[in-house]
């Protein structure tokens, strides 16, 4: 089944709000992967799906960036008050997020992601599948030792969240996602939307998110980059009020919060 034929299972919250939010999961998440930080975005009309073969979108395939972006365009313009919304990304999701900007670009009003980056320039050469090759491998740990290990991280999830995050670790979707997200050439990307690139330092690569911010200054000079110390990859599980206090900030056109380092020119190269 083609994503741009078949809807993507989703969530709708607060659409008396005026201003729509897409929040876009990581590679084996799913839309319960939102559950903190939209309790911190009552302000907004939040629109979050699962993206194709994950949890309620499992039968829409394949499981592709430009796909997913389809899928997530046609979304916006279905269910978002005007047919545009902010974009929310994190990891895999937040490529999804700049390929909507891409293609779609009257769709998207701004756009917040995090931890999306060069995974080829990041990591050692054949390293780069490491964080997903650990996913893959969560599908055959205990549940209650998978949540114990990422307790000691201050990750924090539900049951139902522990539940579909293993589901869709199956290897056919970790080789897939990875295999896009390699593949994925962010230099091509003409986004004009004002983005904010965040990277969160346990895990992301600040240089390559500098690295990102430079392409993005091309299509909008606001574009800009920052830094969380001490945050994990999916920090939207570990701190989610600072992450939607982000967020807010971003869309509103106020000051990010201090725990938000800039990037500064030095580091982006400019």
């Known amino acids: 089944m083609d994503s741009t034929s078949v809807a993507l299972n989703f969530i709708e919250l607060n659409p008396e709000r005026s201003n729509t939010i897409i929040l876009l999961h990581d590679l084996t998440g799913s839309l319960l992967e939102w559950e903190q930080v939209q309790a911190s975005l009552v302000d907004y009309h939040l629109l979050i799906p699962d993206l194709p073969r994950h949890s309620g979108?499992?039968?829409?395939r394949p499981l592709t960036?430009?796909?997913?972006?389809?899928a997530c365009a046609r979304l916006i313009r279905d269910h978002a008050h005007g047919s545009q919304a902010f974009a929310v990304g994190i990891s895999m999701g937040g490529f999804v997020a700049l390929e909507v900007a891409h293609s779609y670009p009257d769709l998207v009003r701004a756009i917040f992601i995090?931890?999306?980056?060069?995974?080829?320039?990041?990591?050692?050469?054949?390293?780069?599948a490491l964080p997903w090759v650990?996913?893959?491998i969560r599908h055959f740990v205990p549940s209650r030792v998978d949540q114990e290990q990422h307790r000691?991280?201050?990750?924090?999830?539900?049951?139902a969240f522990t539940r579909d995050a293993r589901a869709n670790s199956r290897l056919s979707i970790v080789q897939q996602g990875a295999r896009e997200i390699r593949h994925f050439d962010l230099s091509r990307l003409v986004v004009r939307q004002k983005t904010l690139a965040?990277?969160?330092?346990?895990?992301?690569?600040?240089?390559?998110?500098?690295a990102l911010v430079g392409v993005l200054k091309?299509?909008?000079v606001e574009s800009t980059g920052a830094y969380v110390e001490d945050a994990e990859h999916q920090w939207n599980l570990q701190r989610p009020e600072l992450f939607a206090a982000g967020i807010q900030a971003w869309f509103?056109?106020?000051?990010?919060?201090?725990?938000?380092r800039h990037l500064t020119t030095v580091e982006t190269g400019e």
């Open 57 to 60: 979108s499992r039968k829409v």
């Open 65 to 70: 960036i430009r796909h997913a972006a389809a």
């Open 114 to 128: 995090s931890g999306t980056y060069d995974m080829k320039r990041a990591f050692p050469k054949g390293m780069y």
């Open 134 to 136: 650990s996913a893959f």
């Open 152 to 159: 000691k991280k201050g990750i924090m999830w539900s049951r």
């Open 198 to 210: 965040v990277a969160a330092t346990r895990m992301d690569s600040v240089n390559e998110v500098a």
């Open 218 to 220: 091309q299509g909008n």
């Open 252 to 260: 509103e056109h106020r000051d990010l919060p201090e725990e938000f």
